[in-house]
T-cell receptor
Framework: DTGVSQNPRHKITKRGQNVTFRCDPI?????LYWYRQTLGQGPEFLTYFQNEAQLEKSRLLSDRFSAERPKGSFSTLEIQRTEQGDSAMYLC??????????????FGSGTRLTVV | QKEVEQNSGPLSVPEGAIASLNCTYSDRGSQSFFWYRQYSGKSPELIMF????GDKEDGRFTAQLNKASQYVSLLIRDSQPSDSATYLC???????????FGTGTRLQVTL
């Protein structure tokens, strides 16, 4: 396993279009997270899954954002009716929680979204 | 008040010196603490985690945690130019909860 894989690496879209990103976590990791990062800021939490269950979604996340993790494997993040403010790096991360503890996330390379 | 605060820097240290990076957090109940390094244009990579008060050492890196003061720091000994990056502090409310990140401190190691 080579780590967390995200596709595409870059996406340029016109305002109002829908986009979908994919994340393949490390296979033995039960948790999967989506974060968003803009220039000069730290990663901002969007949502996370434990296996196939979506356990938490940020209150900052509008209804235009939806995420799925069917069968507890890969995950997709969809943004509908994109806006210029959605331009950011979208980071996926995964982790294990042995004995109820996390020992840090492994991040993917990210998908950079530019809305024009 | 931000949940996790870091000085944005840049923090400039000469090669071979000790770099000290600091982070404060607002949730007194926080239980897990992490330091990530992020090179420009790359994703964050985990350096260290710490759960208990005190120091934890790993090679040139030492994480220090003081829960009473709500303060966590990262020391980098014998700083190298390759250490130049942004260092992100991340805090978890529980031992297996999502992490909240600070805005990061940019470190510059000069020759």
């Amino acid at each position: 396993d080579t780590g967390v894989s995200q596709n595409p690496r870059h996406k340029i879209t016109k305002r109002g279009q829908n986009v979908t990103f994919r994340c393949d976590p490390i296979s033995e990791h039960n948790r999967l997270y989506w974060y968003r990062q803009t220039l000069g800021q730290g990663p901002e939490f969007l949502t996370y899954f434990q296996n196939e269950a979506q356990l938490e979604k940020s209150r900052l996340l509008s209804d235009r954002f939806s995420a799925e993790r069917p069968k507890g494997s890969f995950s997709t993040l969809e943004i509908q009716r994109t806006e210029q403010g959605d331009s950011a790096m979208y980071l996926c991360a995964s982790s294990q929680t042995p004995r109820g503890r996390t020992y840090g996330y492994t991040f993917g390379s990210g998908t950079r979204l530019t809305v024009v | 008040q931000k949940e996790v605060e870091q000085n944005s820097g840049p923090l400039s240290v000469p090669e071979g010196a000790i770099a000290s990076l600091n982070c404060t957090y607002s949730d007194r109940g926080s239980q897990s603490f992490f330091w990530y390094r992020q090179y420009s244009g790359k994703s964050p990579e985990l350096i260290m985690f710490i759960y208990s008060n005190g120091d934890k050492e790993d090679g040139r890196f030492t994480a220090q945690l003081n829960k009473a003061s709500q303060y966590v720091s990262l020391l980098i000994r014998d700083s190298q130019p390759s250490d130049s990056a942004t260092y992100l502090c991340a805090v978890g409310a529980g031992t297996a909860s999502k992490l909240t990140f600070g805005t990061g401190t940019r470190l510059q190691v000069t020759l």
